[in-house]
C-alpha cells in the first residue's frame, strides 16, 4: 500500500472485550459461547442504533467505527446499562461483564478495516476500564466535556504498551448524581518539569542500555528459598520475549518465538525446561531474575526481546545464572525477516553451548521442527497456534483458517498440519460442528498425513495419542504418547497426555508417575493438570492426596467443574458426607443440570467398575 493508497480518517473508537473471558471459558464454554453471542448481538445493534460500524469482531474482543465521539459514548453507556440489566439475571460467576475503552484518532482504512495508533489506544484505554464501565482517552474526553450528563474522574497519564507519548485517561461516571463532576484532574505540568521528565527517561534509557551490554552482577536466587529441588540436569525458563513493535497484533509473533526456542530445548535430553504456562504466566509483569528463579525452582533464565517491521527483524537474548548473579551470554540480531529460522537455531544452540558445551559435540539433530522454509507459511502457522490456545469457537475458527492459509503455501508442512487437525479434534471434544463424529474423523486423516510427512514431529503424535484415546483404544493411545515423549522427554504436554492415558487406561500408578513429572516441568500448569492427578489417586484409593490435588486445581481456577465433581466423588469415598454435600451443591451451583451418569460415561475409562464406582459416589453426595 503506497501513500497514495492510504485513506486516512478521523475517527471514535469503541474497543470493548470481556473481563475474565478465560475463566468463564474454562468453567463452561458452551454456555459462554452462547451468551457471548447474545451479548454480542446486543452490543451490536446498538452500535448501529448510534450510527457506528462494527470493524471486527474476533473472540471476546469488539472494535467499531463512528464518526462523533458523542454518538460512541451514547453507544457505550447504552451497552452498558443493558448489559448490567441481562447480567442481573444470571448466577455471579456467570456474568459476562465488558470493559469499554473510547478514543477520537487517526486510522487508516482499507478494505473494511482499520489500523494505526488511534486503534491501538483505544484498545489500551479499554484495558485500563472497570467490568461494566468505560474508560475514555484525552483526546476524546475533550470533544464530550459537558455535552452529556456523565461525570469523569482523571486517571491521570497513563503509559501504556507500544504508544510512545502518555495517554490521558478517564473513568467515565454514569451515576445521575456524579453529572457535570470532573474529579481528580490536575492543572497541566509545566513545560520546566516536562523537560526534567525528558531527561530523566533519557537517564533511565542509558541505565537500562548500561546494565544490558556491560552486565553487572544482580541480587542472585537463593536454593534454599526454590520451591523446588534443582534438578540435576541443567535448568531454565524462558520468558515471553517482549514485542517492541509498533503494532500489537505482532504479539503472536513474540510469543510464538519464545515457545519455539521452548520446543527446541524440550528436545534435548539433558536439559530442564519449563513450560510454556508456567514462563507465560510472567508475561506483562515486572518480576526480578531471582524470584523467577525461586518460584520455578531453576538456575537459569533467558528474556529477551522482539522488534518486528515490514521485513526486518530484532532480537536481543540475554541468557542469566541467576544463582551466581550474572549473566552468561547476550546476544542482538539485526537481520532480515527471513532470517528468522537461522536466528532461532543460532539462539538455542548459544544456550546449550553455554549450559552444557559437550552436549554441542552430540546434539546433531534440528532444533525446531517447523518443516517448511517457507516464511509466510511458518507465520500464518503461529497466528494459528495463538488462536488455538484460547480454546473458544470463534477462535478455533481462525485457527483453522490459518492452518488451512500455512498448508496452503506449504502443503507438506507437518507442523501446520498438525495444528488444522487439533482444531478439528477441538471442535469434536466441545460439539462445535454440526458432526463432531466427522470432525473427528478429519482430525484423524490429517493426522496420519502429519505422521507420514515427519514421522519425528512429537506434536503430532501427542495428538494420534488423543485421537485413539477417544476410540477407547488405549494401548495404541499410550503407545503414542509414549513416542511423543520420547522425542521430546523434557515437554509437560506430552508427559501430561500420556499420564493421562494410563489413567483412563485404569494404570493410574504409571499416570501419577508421568502427571508428576509434567507438573514439575510446569509449576503453574492449566487446570486439567491437578484433577487428571486427583482422579489418579483416588483410583488408588490415596482419597487424601487426591482432595489435595483437586484442590490445587481450584487454586487456579475456583470455579473448575471437574475439580468440584472430584472432591464431591472422593469425599463421598470416605464417608465424608457433609464435605461431599458441600461439593455436590457447588457442582449444581456452576452446572444446574448437571448429570453424573452422563458426565462420567463420557470419560474415557477402560474399566466399566470405575465408571460406576464414581457415578455410586457422587449419586451419594446429592449428584443425580
Given at each position: 500500500?503506497?501513500?497514495?493508497?492510504?485513506?486516512?480518517?478521523?475517527?471514535?473508537?469503541?474497543?470493548?472485550?470481556?473481563?475474565?473471558?478465560?475463566?468463564?471459558?474454562?468453567?463452561?464454554?458452551?454456555?459462554?459461547?452462547?451468551?457471548?453471542?447474545?451479548?454480542?448481538?446486543?452490543?451490536?445493534?446498538?452500535?448501529?442504533?448510534?450510527?457506528?460500524?462494527?470493524?471486527?469482531?474476533?473472540?471476546?474482543?469488539?472494535?467499531?467505527?463512528?464518526?462523533?465521539?458523542?454518538?460512541?459514548?451514547?453507544?457505550?453507556?447504552?451497552?452498558?446499562?443493558?448489559?448490567?440489566?441481562?447480567?442481573?439475571?444470571?448466577?455471579?460467576?456467570?456474568?459476562?461483564?465488558?470493559?469499554?475503552?473510547?478514543?477520537?484518532?487517526?486510522?487508516?482504512?482499507?478494505?473494511?478495516?482499520?489500523?494505526?495508533?488511534?486503534?491501538?489506544?483505544?484498545?489500551?484505554?479499554?484495558?485500563?476500564?472497570?467490568?461494566?464501565?468505560?474508560?475514555?482517552?484525552?483526546?476524546?474526553?475533550?470533544?464530550?466535556?459537558?455535552?452529556?450528563?456523565?461525570?469523569?474522574?482523571?486517571?491521570?497519564?497513563?503509559?501504556?504498551?507500544?504508544?510512545?507519548?502518555?495517554?490521558?485517561?478517564?473513568?467515565?461516571?454514569?451515576?445521575?448524581?456524579?453529572?457535570?463532576?470532573?474529579?481528580?484532574?490536575?492543572?497541566?505540568?509545566?513545560?520546566?518539569?516536562?523537560?526534567?521528565?525528558?531527561?530523566?527517561?533519557?537517564?533511565?534509557?542509558?541505565?537500562?542500555?548500561?546494565?544490558?551490554?556491560?552486565?553487572?552482577?544482580?541480587?542472585?536466587?537463593?536454593?534454599?528459598?526454590?520451591?523446588?529441588?534443582?534438578?540435576?540436569?541443567?535448568?531454565?525458563?524462558?520468558?515471553?520475549?517482549?514485542?517492541?513493535?509498533?503494532?500489537?497484533?505482532?504479539?503472536?509473533?513474540?510469543?510464538?518465538?519464545?515457545?519455539?526456542?521452548?520446543?527446541?530445548?524440550?528436545?534435548?535430553?539433558?536439559?530442564?525446561?519449563?513450560?510454556?504456562?508456567?514462563?507465560?504466566?510472567?508475561?506483562?509483569?515486572?518480576?526480578?531474575?531471582?524470584?523467577?528463579?525461586?518460584?520455578?525452582?531453576?538456575?537459569?533464565?533467558?528474556?529477551?526481546?522482539?522488534?518486528?517491521?515490514?521485513?526486518?527483524?530484532?532480537?536481543?537474548?540475554?541468557?542469566?545464572?541467576?544463582?551466581?548473579?550474572?549473566?552468561?551470554?547476550?546476544?542482538?540480531?539485526?537481520?532480515?525477516?527471513?532470517?528468522?529460522?537461522?536466528?532461532?537455531?543460532?539462539?538455542?544452540?548459544?544456550?546449550?553451548?553455554?549450559?552444557?558445551?559437550?552436549?554441542?559435540?552430540?546434539?546433531?539433530?534440528?532444533?525446531?521442527?517447523?518443516?517448511?522454509?517457507?516464511?509466510?507459511?511458518?507465520?500464518?502457522?503461529?497466528?494459528?497456534?495463538?488462536?488455538?490456545?484460547?480454546?473458544?469457537?470463534?477462535?478455533?475458527?481462525?485457527?483453522?483458517?490459518?492452518?488451512?492459509?500455512?498448508?496452503?503455501?506449504?502443503?507438506?508442512?507437518?507442523?501446520?498440519?498438525?495444528?488444522?487437525?487439533?482444531?478439528?479434534?477441538?471442535?469434536?471434544?466441545?460439539?462445535?460442528?454440526?458432526?463432531?463424529?466427522?470432525?473427528?474423523?478429519?482430525?484423524?486423516?490429517?493426522?496420519r498425513k502429519a505422521i507420514t510427512l515427519d514421522d519425528t514431529y512429537s506434536d503430532a503424535h501427542r495428538l494420534w495419542?488423543?485421537?485413539?484415546?477417544?476410540?477407547?483404544?488405549?494401548?495404541?493411545?499410550?503407545?503414542?504418547?509414549?513416542?511423543?515423549?520420547?522425542?521430546?522427554?523434557?515437554?509437560?504436554?506430552?508427559?501430561?497426555?500420556?499420564?493421562?492415558?494410563?489413567?483412563?487406561?485404569?494404570?493410574?500408578?504409571?499416570?501419577?508417575?508421568?502427571?508428576?513429572?509434567?507438573?514439575?516441568?510446569?509449576?503453574?500448569?492449566?487446570?486439567?493438570?491437578?484433577?487428571?492427578?486427583?482422579?489418579?489417586?483416588?483410583?488408588?484409593?490415596?482419597?487424601?492426596?487426591?482432595?489435595?490435588?483437586?484442590?490445587?486445581?481450584?487454586?487456579?481456577?475456583?470455579?473448575?467443574?471437574?475439580?468440584?465433581?472430584?472432591?464431591?466423588?472422593t469425599y463421598s469415598l470416605l464417608g465424608q458426607e457433609e464435605e461431599a454435600s458441600e461439593a455436590a451443591a457447588k457442582v449444581l451451583k456452576i452446572?444446574?443440570?448437571?448429570?453424573?451418569?452422563?458426565?462420567?460415561?463420557?470419560?474415557?475409562?477402560?474399566?466399566?467398575?470405575?465408571?460406576?464406582?464414581?457415578?455410586?459416589?457422587?449419586?451419594?453426595?446429592?449428584?443425580?
Amino acid at each position: 500500500m503506497n501513500e497514495k493508497e492510504v485513506k486516512r480518517q478521523l475517527s471514535a473508537l469503541l474497543s470493548a472485550d470481556v473481563k475474565g473471558y478465560s475463566r468463564l471459558m474454562e468453567e463452561d464454554e458452551v454456555t459462554t459461547v452462547r451468551t457471548l453471542e447474545e451479548y454480542r448481538g446486543v452490543i451490536s445493534g446498538l452500535i448501529e442504533k448510534h450510527r457506528g460500524r462494527v470493524v471486527d469482531s474476533p473472540g471476546d474482543n469488539l472494535l467499531a467505527q463512528f464518526t462523533s465521539v458523542i454518538d460512541a459514548m451514547e453507544a457505550a453507556v447504552e451497552i452498558q446499562k443493558e448489559l448490567k440489566a441481562k447480567n442481573a439475571d444470571l448466577p455471579e460467576n456467570r456474568r459476562m461483564e465488558f470493559r469499554i475503552g473510547i478514543n477520537l484518532g487517526d486510522v487508516i482504512a482499507e478494505g473494511g478495516r482499520i489500523y494505526g495508533d488511534g486503534v491501538n489506544i483505544a484498545a489500551r484505554v479499554e484495558s485500563l476500564s472497570d467490568s461494566g464501565g468505560i474508560s475514555v482517552s484525552g483526546t476524546a474526553y475533550d470533544q464530550i466535556a459537558k455535552k452529556l450528563p456523565l461525570g469523569y474522574e482523571f486517571l491521570g497519564e497513563q503509559t501504556v504498551k507500544n504508544i510512545e507519548k502518555p495517554v490521558r485517561v478517564y473513568r467515565v461516571l454514569m451515576d445521575p448524581e456524579a453529572a457535570g463532576k470532573v474529579i481528580g484532574e490536575k492543572r497541566p505540568i509545566s513545560r520546566h518539569w516536562r523537560w526534567a521528565a525528558v531527561a530523566l527517561i533519557v537517564v533511565a534509557g542509558a541505565l537500562v542500555i548500561w546494565n544490558f551490554y556491560f552486565r553487572h552482577p544482580f541480587e542472585p536466587a537463593s536454593v534454599d528459598k526454590m520451591a523446588f529441588p534443582l534438578p540435576d540436569k541443567p535448568s531454565i525458563a524462558v520468558l515471553p520475549f517482549n514485542n517492541l513493535s509498533d503494532d500489537p497484533e505482532q504479539e503472536y509473533f513474540s510469543d510464538g518465538l519464545t515457545e519455539e526456542i521452548i520446543t527446541a530445548l524440550s528436545q534435548v535430553p539433558k536439559v530442564f525446561v519449563i513450560a510454556r504456562n508456567s514462563t507465560f504466566s510472567y508475561k506483562g509483569k515486572s518480576v526480578k531474575v531471582n524470584q523467577v528463579a525461586e518460584e520455578l525452582g531453576v538456575r537459569y533464565v533467558l528474556e529477551g526481546s522482539v522488534r518486528k517491521a515490514e521485513d526486518r527483524v530484532r532480537i536481543t537474548a540475554q541468557l542469566i545464572d541467576a544463582i551466581k548473579g550474572h549473566h552468561l551470554w547476550a546476544e542482538r540480531y539485526d537481520r532480515e525477516l527471513k532470517d528468522i529460522f537461522a536466528i532461532q537455531d543460532e539462539i538455542t544452540k548459544e544456550i546449550i553451548a553455554a549450559l552444557q558445551p559437550k552436549l554441542m559435540k552430540t546434539q546433531q539433530a534440528a532444533f525446531f521442527g517447523k518443516g517448511t522454509d517457507n516464511l509466510q507459511a511458518y507465520l500464518k502457522w503461529l497466528q494459528a497456534n495463538e488462536y488455538f490456545l484460547k480454546v473458544n469457537k470463534d477462535d478455533n475458527v481462525l485457527a483453522r483458517q490459518k492452518a488451512e492459509e500455512a498448508i496452503a503455501l506449504d502443503p507438506d508442512y507437518a507442523a501446520a498440519i498438525t495444528t488444522l487437525a487439533w482444531a478439528h479434534a477441538v471442535e469434536a471434544r466441545f460439539s462445535w460442528s454440526k458432526s463432531p463424529k466427522q470432525s473427528l474423523v478429519r482430525a484423524e486423516e490429517l493426522a496420519r498425513k502429519a505422521i507420514t510427512l515427519d514421522d519425528t514431529y512429537s506434536d503430532a503424535h501427542r495428538l494420534w495419542g488423543y485421537i485413539y484415546l477417544q476410540k477407547r483404544q488405549y494401548d495404541e493411545a499410550i503407545a503414542s504418547q509414549e513416542k511423543a515423549v520420547a522425542l521430546s522427554p523434557n515437554w509437560s504436554k506430552a508427559l501430561a497426555h500420556l499420564g493421562m492415558g494410563l489413567v483412563y487406561a485404569c494404570r493410574p500408578e504409571e499416570g501419577i508417575r508421568e502427571l508428576q513429572k509434567a507438573i514439575r516441568l510446569n509449576p503453574v500448569p492449566p487446570t486439567y493438570y491437578f484433577f487428571k492427578l486427583g482422579r489418579a489417586y483416588r483410583m488408588t484409593g490415596q482419597y487424601e492426596e487426591a482432595i489435595s490435588a483437586f484442590k490445587k486445581a481450584l487454586h487456579g481456577s475456583p470455579n473448575s467443574l471437574g475439580a468440584w465433581i472430584g472432591l464431591a466423588s472422593t469425599y463421598s469415598l470416605l464417608g465424608q458426607e457433609e464435605e461431599a454435600s458441600e461439593a455436590a451443591a457447588k457442582v449444581l451451583k456452576i452446572h444446574p443440570k448437571f448429570s453424573s451418569e452422563r458426565f462420567i460415561y463420557a470419560l474415557p475409562f477402560k474399566k466399566q467398575s470405575e465408571n460406576e464406582r464414581v457415578i455410586d459416589a457422587l449419586q451419594k453426595a446429592g449428584l443425580k
